[in-house]
């Protein structure tokens, strides 16, 4: 348990920028159009509409990647300067499996949602999700000069 502990105290803004901006307000593509149905159709026992259901696969997908891709170039980038990195090679193939594998839950997923299997294609879609919040995590745990508000021009912007 306290490692956990120590992991929290010295990650806590990188955990919180996670949470908070690339789950939460990352993924508000995904959720909202949810959310907007529920509110609108809450006395219905079909709470989503048809377009929402439809939609959702490719809503997941289209959030994911970005995130995946991002990462992923980030962290082969981050491997590819470090000289003295022993396991180089390895990580990058293992990244082009990973790669491999991330598309073929993309393709899986839009093959679903054309058959209008969503309940498969929300599954594949969120496979998806998950390989790329593991690989943002890899991307910015070891990375000690990680600084969550890059995107913002930095803490002294």
Request: glycine content about 6%.
């Amino acid at each position: 348990m306290k490692p956990v502990l120590n992991f929290c105290k010295e990650k806590y803004n990188l955990i919180l920028y996670f949470f908070i901006a690339i789950v939460g307000f990352g993924s508000i593509g995904v959720w909202l159009p949810m959310l907007l149905d529920w509110f609108m159709h809450n006395s219905e026992p079909e709470v989503l509409t048809k377009a929402t259901k439809e939609g959702t696969p490719n809503n997941i997908v289209t959030y994911f990647l970005s995130i995946f891709l991002v990462s992923l170039i980030d962290r082969i980038l981050n491997v590819i300067d470090k000289e003295d990195y022993k396991h180089r090679k390895t990580e990058i193939i293992i990244s082009i499996i990973i790669l491999l594998t991330v598309g073929f839950c993309v393709l899986k997923s839009y093959k679903l949602v054309r058959m209008n299997d969503f309940d498969s294609a929300n599954f594949y879609a969120l496979i998806g999700a998950g390989i790329s919040y593991v690989i943002w995590w890899i991307a910015n745990y070891q990375d000690k000069k990680t600084d969550p508000y890059v995107t913002l021009g930095g803490q002294n912007f």
